[in-house]
């Protein structure tokens, strides 16, 4: 029985751990610790002093059974800045001389459930921090990493959760953007021209390559024309498109040879507890070959806007209350049960194309079908499904490329009708094994995008 059992264990261990490709892409996009911090050098960096260890409390402890709970931090930390970004960016004097936590992220890997979900905090969440009283999430990381934050974090995490985190990861904006440079840059897909002065940020719209200095200014926006009704939220969306896009990358063949040369180089840009067993995401590294992108679940802790009067403060301030809704999610990763639909969408909030599976229907297109996966893939949509042949189940192809979908999935067929122009969308009364789908026929190529206009249209959230 021994002998029989495991290569299943084996395989499902690996498949769980797309930790390592979730990780590898953490490393990069998804700790979207985008923090205003003193660059940390050296390789492998661990921190002066272990905040989990000796730690009296259930909030955090070893692995069990292969369950591990990733806490992923950045800071909006002003050390570290020249002059010249302290005049752009602001001190932390400007900023009340504290470290916040703008970027929360927990990975969550077990292998029973083979997929890595990785879930989003947003600052707002209004949480009762232990020892302090309620406040947004984000002060719980005040002191930083040497001042007790990080288990500051995990405690209230675990009081809101009831999940015990067993590492953390941090990594600032220098570091950020060095790994981004290490990889070579990340190829995203940019559907309309996108400037945000507060975050650096000033794209053109089309399919690029970005440096570590514009995909740090990416992940940090919220002040984008279509961020006006939940700037925090609309970023997240964006961390998680991101992080997709370098997941789909980091899956390719070709990449997955490069990847144990890069271990050493990513982690020496971050901060992590000693505990972290980094021979073992050696070597899982190593063992990604066939593991789709799909195999990692993107989710935010879904609130509902609200404003409070806090004892500390004299006006009501913006918050988000935590949506019952959440307390499913919480409830499936705490039992290893498979997570309920909520936390894919957030309220005021179009999906993210990290979150839309779509599939590629090959209507004996030639190379088009190839293409248009592409453009998908480096926008960060989960592109799980493929390439098929288009089937008899799946309707009539028509004589043009077209964009289907099943009733209740429109808006999914919008956000991806961006970031492929002029392709028109169509329900449909079923698929054959998808909601979202992209029909494409002999002759289409993908148009350029952005058109011309230098604003989105908005894609409105479903009711």
Same mark, same amino acid.
């Given at each position: 029985?021994?002998?029989?059992?495991?290569?299943?264990?084996?395989?499902?261990?690996?498949?769980?751990?797309?930790?390592?490709?979730?990780?590898?892409?953490?490393?990069?996009?998804?700790?979207?610790?985008?923090?205003?911090?003193?660059?940390?050098?050296?390789?492998?960096?661990?921190?002066?002093?272990?905040?989990?260890?000796?730690?009296?409390?259930?909030?955090?402890g070893p692995c069990a059974k292969n369950v591990c709970n990733?806490?992923?931090?950045?800071?909006?930390?002003?050390?570290?800045?020249?002059?010249?970004?302290?005049?752009?960016?602001?001190?932390?004097?400007?900023?009340?001389?504290?470290?916040?936590?703008?970027?929360?992220?927990?990975?969550?890997?077990?292998?029973?459930?083979?997929?890595?979900?990785?879930?989003?905090?947003?600052?707002?969440l209004w949480v009762q921090i232990p020892g302090r009283g309620?406040?947004?999430?984000?002060?719980?990381?005040?002191?930083?990493?040497?001042?007790?934050?990080?288990?500051?974090?995990?405690?209230?995490?675990?009081?809101?959760?009831?999940?015990?985190?067993?590492?953390?990861?941090?990594?600032?904006?220098?570091?950020?953007?060095?790994?981004?440079?290490?990889?070579?840059?990340?190829?995203?897909?940019?559907?309309?021209?996108?400037?945000?002065?507060?975050?650096?940020?000033?794209?053109?719209?089309?399919?690029?390559?970005?440096?570590?200095?514009?995909?740090?200014?990416?992940?940090?926006?919220?002040?984008?024309?279509?961020?006006?009704?939940?700037?925090?939220?609309?970023?997240?969306?964006?961390?998680?498109?991101?992080?997709?896009?370098?997941?789909?990358?980091?899956?390719?063949?070709?990449?997955?040879?490069?990847?144990?040369?890069?271990?050493?180089?990513?982690?020496?840009?971050?901060?992590?507890?000693?505990?972290?067993?980094?021979?073992?995401?050696?070597? +899982?590294?190593?063992?990604?070959?066939?593991?789709?992108? $799909?195999? @990692?679940? &993107? *989710? !935010?802790?879904? %609130?509902? /806007?609200?404003?409070?009067?806090?004892?500390?403060?004299?006006?009501?301030?913006?918050?988000?209350?935590?949506?019952?809704?959440?307390?499913?999610?919480?409830?499936?990763?705490?039992?290893?049960?498979?997570?309920?639909?909520?936390?894919?969408?957030?309220?005021?909030?179009?999906?993210?194309?990290?979150?839309?599976?779509?599939?590629?229907?090959?209507?004996?297109?030639?190379?088009?079908?190839?293409?248009?996966?592409?453009? +998908?893939?480096?926008?960060?949509?989960?592109?799980?499904? $493929?390439? @098929?042949? &288009? *089937? !008899?189940?799946? %309707?009539? /192809?028509?004589?043009?490329?077209?964009?289907?979908?099943?009733?209740?999935?429109?808006?999914?067929?919008?956000?991806?009708?961006?970031?492929?122009?002029?392709?028109?969308?169509?329900?449909?009364?079923?698929?054959?094994?998808?909601?979202?789908?992209?029909?494409?026929?002999?002759?289409?190529?993908?148009?350029?995008?952005?058109?011309?206009?230098?604003?989105?249209?908005?894609?409105?959230?479903?009711?």
């Open positions: 029985m021994e002998d029989g059992r495991q290569p299943r264990r084996q395989g499902t261990v690996v498949r769980a751990l797309l930790g390592t490709s979730a990780t590898f892409a953490l490393l990069i996009g998804a700790f979207s610790a985008y923090g205003m911090v003193k660059y940390v050098g050296a390789r492998g960096v661990g921190v002066s002093r272990d905040p989990f260890e000796d730690a009296q409390s259930a909030a955090v990733y806490l992923l931090l950045g800071s909006d930390s002003r050390k570290g800045l020249t002059p010249e970004e302290q005049v752009q960016f602001g001190t932390d004097e400007h900023n009340g001389g504290t470290s916040r936590a703008d970027t929360i992220m927990l990975v969550h890997i077990d292998p029973r459930q083979e997929k890595a979900v990785v879930l989003s905090f947003p600052r707002d309620w406040d947004k999430i984000n002060t719980s990381f005040e002191g930083g990493i040497e001042g007790g934050g990080p288990l500051r974090v995990a405690k209230t995490i675990h009081k809101l959760t009831g999940l015990t985190v067993n590492h953390f990861l941090y990594v600032d904006l220098r570091g950020f953007q060095k790994v981004v440079d290490t990889l070579g840059g990340v190829d995203m897909c940019v559907p309309f021209a996108v400037q945000d002065p507060l975050s650096a940020l000033d794209l053109k719209a089309g399919c690029q390559r970005l440096d570590g200095q514009q995909a740090l200014a990416y992940v940090r926006t919220r002040h984008l024309p279509c961020d006006e009704s939940a700037p925090d939220l609309h970023r997240i969306a964006r961390q998680q498109q991101f992080l997709r896009a370098v997941i789909n990358r980091m899956l390719r063949p070709q990449e997955l040879v490069r990847l144990p040369g890069l271990i050493d180089p990513v982690l020496g840009n971050l901060k992590r507890d000693p505990g972290l067993p980094v021979a073992d995401l050696a070597y +899982l590294v190593g063992q990604l070959r066939g593991v789709s992108t $799909g195999a @990692v679940d &993107f *989710r !935010a802790v879904p %609130g509902v /806007p609200d404003l409070v009067l806090p004892s500390w403060s004299s006006s009501e301030i913006s918050i988000l209350r935590l949506d019952p809704a959440a307390r499913s999610i919480f409830g499936a990763l705490r039992d290893g049960r498979p997570l309920p639909a909520t936390g894919t969408e957030l309220v005021n909030t179009p999906p993210s194309p990290a979150n839309i599976v779509t599939a590629v229907l090959d209507a004996s297109s030639g190379s088009a079908a190839g293409q248009v996966e592409h453009v +998908l893939s480096i926008s960060g949509f989960d592109i799980a499904p $493929g390439i @098929v042949p &288009f *089937r !008899a189940g799946d %309707g009539t /192809p028509g004589k043009e490329t077209t964009i289907v979908y099943t009733s209740g999935h429109e808006e999914e067929a919008q956000v991806v009708g961006q970031f492929l122009p002029g392709v028109p969308l169509r329900q449909v009364e079923h698929g054959s094994s998808w909601d979202v789908a992209v029909v494409v026929t002999p002759g289409y190529r993908p148009q350029p995008l952005g058109g011309g206009s230098e604003q989105p249209s908005c894609v409105s959230p479903a009711a």
